[in-house]
């Protein structure tokens, strides 16, 4: 699949998580801590698409380009998880939660640097 194909599918999915967010709070829940759990999920899956869609893995360590692509594709997915938070609390019967966002940051890493195959060598 193309990079710019993965991230078409990344603001897809983020537009799910904005409907998922807009929803009030007597209509969608999970009591604490499984939350963290689904909202690590649902990051990991952001952090792959936007990882796979900035770039491949490099095989040089942390200071080789793809690491670096990797990070952009890290920040932007907190990045959308603040402004998510920033949103939900203007949702009647939700609020913007620390802990949520650290959820969101854990899953967003492993997303785009623990679960990308390693691209073959030609």
Excluded: C, N
């Amino acid at each position: 699949m193309s990079r710019p194909l993965y991230l078409i599918l990344a603001l897809g999915w983020m537009g799910v998580i904005f409907y998922f967010s807009s929803q009030s709070g007597d209509r969608v829940g999970l009591p604490s801590p499984w939350d963290k759990f689904v909202h690590a999920g649902v990051y990991g899956l952001l952090g792959w698409l936007l990882g796979r869609g900035s770039g491949h893995p490099a095989s040089e360590g942390p200071s080789a380009p793809g690491w670096r692509r990797y990070s952009w594709g890290w920040a932007i997915a907190v990045a959308y998880g603040l402004s998510d938070e920033f949103h939900q609390s203007f949702v009647p019967g939700r609020q913007a939660d620390a802990l949520d966002l650290l959820a969101d940051s854990v899953g967003a890493f492993l997303g785009t640097h623990l679960l990308q195959k390693p691209r073959q060598a030609r």
